[in-house]
């Protein structure tokens, strides 16, 4: 292609709009525009990026044996509202964009598609002998996301691959699910991408499992913990660890005592002169059900240790129906105004104690108690007196207080815990972005639907399911955001829009326009993508250019050419050599400038 007749504009400073290295690059080096919030267009280098990704995607989906197909984008209300998920997804999460059609029909836009897929499994699927089956899509998927932010990382439209597998039985399941495992970190591989699996939070769905693949990068939304022996990683809403050991309590007598002015742990800590891990902290949280139930959460752990608002989520979904609820909808610590609508009087915030007598609640209601595993096998703690400006000392469990029923992990583990697996390993801690996200469902959504097939033995059985997403567009971004420099982007040569650049610096000079022109009709016709910057500009305007967007190889046809060479410059290490214009092509091809 040549930049002359191209919609080629790159911009000189950054975009206001952007905070992230790769939103302001793709932005700058002219790959995307935006339209409006978290709403992009893809301009044409952009567009090559993305075919690449999805073409090998597309290889490694094949060679498991999944078949791709195309679902609607519309999908009718009436299929959310057989997997109960119609209300969390248009009103509680508002996830899902919905719309109203000229027969009063309400639709929504795919944000996932498990529903569209089930309903085909459903008609489709009768017997054990079509299982198990795999089938895919790489689509525009829509997701009124709250914030959305860093361009492609996180839009409201954006490109997914999307795959839904059905089983007979659970190690089908499995064996999908490990095939897909082995499909991602080939994709990943392929892209010219560092990353790493890891557990993941399974929500509210449970299921035998779930991993997330994390492109690492400073600017990656999530937090990862592993072990450097590698045989631990995870997602830090999942992670687990052993915690550091509590110190032996001098308060061997119950007490309670004036603490004036005390307003965080390490006061607390201080003014007992003692270890925060002998300190037990009630945090109140609120949490509403969808049955419209407000419930108020004592959550009890050692003082040095913090809540997962992911684990107590799911905790929270463990116990809904005794509030006659399914689901959690919001789940936060509450502002003191909002309490005084649901209490007698005030509470004595900041010195709360699992204890907390439910007289507090109006109408007879009962605190819902959490306590975390590690803060019950504490002793002589010290612990609020639920009296402001007062804790005690010298507590025991069951003695002085009874210990919550529902002793649960709900603990955030930090880098520097042990590792479980091996106490003298400690988690070490890095930041990622999903881009990937395997899940064995189960049977959620078949036995929602009625999604049924006859077992081997003749029996209505609903189907086992194994979804897997990858985000392709933010995927594009994330190789940026792991592969740039002052200058610019540095593509991996496997995704490049184009392999190489040929810049002629005088396009006035018929030599050195000869000399492009030939070079650029060689290396395309050996399957070298290759621009050609024949723009008349200056050299200075050009090279900049060829930096910005991050071309692997760039040809500058210039002085050198009076010794019958070109120079060759490696965008990633800068290095320049002189190539002879006969050995141009053979030299980029033994440069591995060809892609796959
Ligand atoms: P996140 O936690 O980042 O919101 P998710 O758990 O909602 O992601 P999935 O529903 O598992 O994501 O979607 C599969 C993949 O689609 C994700 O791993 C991610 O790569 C991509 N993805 C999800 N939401 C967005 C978005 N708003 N913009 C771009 N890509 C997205
Ligand atoms: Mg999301």
Same mark, same amino acid.
């Given at each position: 292609?040549?930049?002359?007749?191209?919609?080629?504009?790159?911009?000189?400073?950054?975009?206001?709009?952007?905070?992230?290295?790769?939103?302001?690059l793709l932005l700058r080096a002219g790959y995307i525009r935006r339209i409006g919030s978290g709403?992009?267009?893809?301009?044409?280098?952009?567009?090559?990026?993305?075919?690449? $990704?999805?073409? %090998?995607? #597309? &290889?490694?989906?094949?060679?498991?044996?999944?078949?791709?197909?195309? +679902?609607? @984008?519309? !999908?009718?209300?009436?299929?959310?509202?057989?997997?109960?998920?119609?209300?969390?997804?248009?009103?509680?999460?508002?996830?899902?964009?919905?719309?109203?059609?000229?027969?009063?029909?309400?639709?929504?836009?795919?944000?996932?598609?498990?529903?569209? $897929?089930?309903? %085909?499994? #459903? &008609?489709?699927?009768?017997?054990?002998?079509?299982?198990?089956?795999? +089938?895919? @899509?790489? !689509?525009?998927?829509?997701?009124?996301?709250?914030?959305?932010?860093?361009?492609?990382?996180?839009?409201?439209?954006?490109?997914?691959?999307?795959?839904?597998?059905?089983?007979?039985?659970?190690?089908?399941?499995?064996?999908?699910?490990?095939?897909?495992?082995?499909?991602?970190?080939?994709?990943?591989?392929?892209?010219?991408?560092?990353?790493?699996?890891?557990?993941?939070?399974?929500?509210?769905?449970?299921?035998?499992?779930?991993?997330?693949?994390?492109?690492?990068?400073?600017?990656?939304?999530?937090?990862?913990?592993?072990?450097?022996?590698?045989?631990?990683?995870?997602?830090?809403?999942?992670?687990?660890?052993?915690?550091?050991?509590?110190?032996?309590?001098?308060?061997?007598?119950?007490?309670?005592?004036?603490?004036?002015?005390?307003?965080?742990?390490?006061?607390?800590?201080?003014?007992?002169?003692?270890?925060?891990?002998?300190?037990?902290?009630?945090?109140?949280?609120?949490?509403?059900?969808?049955?419209?139930?407000?419930?108020?959460?004592?959550?009890?752990?050692?003082?040095?240790?913090?809540?997962?608002?992911?684990?107590?989520?799911?905790?929270?979904?463990?116990?809904?129906?005794?509030?006659?609820?399914?689901?959690?909808?919001?789940?936060?610590?509450?502002?003191?105004?909002?309490?005084?609508?649901?209490?007698?009087?005030?509470?004595?915030?900041?010195?709360?104690?699992?204890?907390?007598?439910?007289?507090?609640?109006?109408?007879?209601?009962?605190?819902?108690?959490?306590?975390?595993?590690?803060?019950?096998?504490?002793?002589?703690?010290?612990?609020?007196?639920?009296?402001?400006?007062?804790?005690?000392?010298?507590?025991?469990?069951?003695?002085?207080?009874?210990?919550?029923?529902?002793?649960?992990?709900?603990?955030?583990?930090?880098?520097?815990?042990?590792?479980?697996?091996?106490?003298?390993?400690?988690?070490?801690?890095?930041?990622?972005?999903?881009?990937?996200?395997?899940?064995?469902?189960?049977?959620?959504?078949?036995?929602?639907?009625?999604?049924?097939?006859?077992?081997?033995?003749?029996?209505?059985?609903?189907?086992?399911?194994?979804?897997?997403?990858?985000?392709?567009?933010?995927?594009?971004?994330?190789?940026?955001?792991?592969?740039?420099?002052?200058?610019?982007?540095?593509?991996?040569?496997?995704?490049?829009?184009?392999?190489?650049?040929?810049?002629?610096?005088?396009?006035?000079?018929?030599?050195?326009?000869?000399?492009?022109?030939?070079?650029?009709?060689?290396?395309?016709?050996?399957?070298?993508?290759?621009?050609?910057?024949?723009?008349?500009?200056?050299?200075?305007?050009?090279?900049?250019?060829?930096?910005?967007?991050?071309?692997?190889?760039?040809?500058?046809?210039?002085?050198?050419?009076?010794?019958?060479?070109?120079?060759?410059?490696?965008?990633?290490?800068?290095?320049?050599?002189?190539?002879?214009?006969?050995?141009?092509?053979?030299?980029?091809?033994?440069?591995?400038?060809?892609?796959?």
């Open positions: 292609m040549r930049l002359s007749q191209m919609l080629f504009v790159t911009l000189r400073e950054d975009p206001a709009e952007a905070e992230i290295p790769s939103h302001k709403v992009y267009a893809y301009l044409p280098l952009m567009w090559r990026v993305l075919t690449k $990704i999805s073409k %090998i995607t #597309r &290889e490694e989906m094949n060679a498991t044996g999944a078949m791709e197909c195309l +679902l609607p @984008q519309l !999908q009718p209300s009436e299929l959310w509202k057989e997997s109960g998920r119609w209300d969390t997804y248009t009103k509680a999460e508002g996830i899902m964009f919905s719309l109203v059609d000229r027969q009063e029909k309400e639709w929504g836009l795919g944000p996932t598609h498990e529903e569209i $897929i089930t309903t %085909i499994a #459903r &008609e489709l699927i009768r017997s054990y002998r079509q299982l198990p089956l795999h +089938l895919y @899509q790489i !689509q525009t998927k829509f997701r009124d996301e709250i914030r959305p932010r860093f361009g492609l990382m996180r839009g409201r439209e954006f490109i997914m691959k999307d795959g839904y597998s059905f089983h007979s039985n659970p190690e089908s399941l499995k064996e999908t699910y490990r095939d897909m495992d082995k499909a991602y970190r080939n994709i990943l591989t392929r892209c010219g991408l560092s990353f790493r699996a890891v557990e993941a939070d399974s929500g509210a769905i449970g299921g035998s499992g779930s991993q997330e693949f994390m492109i690492l990068a400073e600017a990656g939304e999530d937090e990862i913990l592993y072990t450097p022996d590698e045989l631990y990683a995870a997602n830090v809403e999942k992670a687990v660890s052993l915690p550091i050991d509590a110190v032996i309590s001098p308060f061997t007598e119950l007490k309670t005592i004036e603490t004036p002015n005390i307003e965080t742990i390490e006061q607390l800590a201080k003014f007992f002169q003692t270890d925060s891990t002998i300190i037990i902290k009630t945090v109140l949280y609120e949490a509403v059900y969808d049955s419209g139930v407000t419930v108020f959460v004592l959550v009890s752990l050692r003082g040095d240790q913090l809540v997962n608002e992911v684990k107590l989520q799911n905790e929270l979904v463990k116990q809904a129906s005794h509030y006659q609820a399914k689901t959690v909808i919001s789940l936060k610590v509450p502002e003191v105004s909002a309490l005084e609508k649901y209490t007698t009087k005030p509470l004595p915030l900041g010195y709360l104690a699992p204890d907390l007598s439910d007289e507090y609640l109006v109408k007879n209601q009962s605190f819902l108690r959490l306590v975390d595993h590690c803060a019950v096998s504490v002793s002589n703690f010290i612990t609020g007196a639920n009296r402001k400006g007062y804790h005690r000392t010298g507590v025991n469990w069951e003695i002085d207080l009874k210990c919550p029923d529902l002793v649960v992990d709900i603990r955030k583990a930090v880098v520097g815990d042990r590792a479980i697996h091996d106490p003298t390993q400690t988690l070490q801690t890095a930041r990622g972005i999903e881009v990937g996200h395997i899940f064995q469902l189960g049977t959620k959504y078949s036995q929602a639907m009625k999604a049924n097939y006859t077992s081997e033995q003749g029996e209505d059985v609903p189907l086992s399911m194994g979804c897997y997403g990858l985000g392709v567009s933010r995927l594009a971004q994330a190789a940026v955001e792991q592969s740039y420099d002052k200058n610019g982007i540095i593509w991996p040569i496997a995704i490049a829009p184009y392999h190489v650049v040929i810049v002629i610096p005088n396009i006035t000079d018929p030599a050195q326009v000869k000399a492009a022109e030939t070079l650029y009709t060689e290396l395309n016709q050996a399957g070298i993508e290759t621009l050609l910057d024949d723009r008349d500009e200056r050299a200075g305007v050009k090279f900049k250019d060829a930096e910005l967007i991050g071309i692997p190889y760039r040809l500058v046809t210039g002085k050198s050419l009076q010794e019958g060479a070109v120079e060759v410059v490696e965008r990633k290490t800068g290095l320049v050599s002189k190539v002879p214009l006969a050995e141009v092509v053979s030299t980029l091809k033994g440069l591995n400038a060809v892609a796959n």
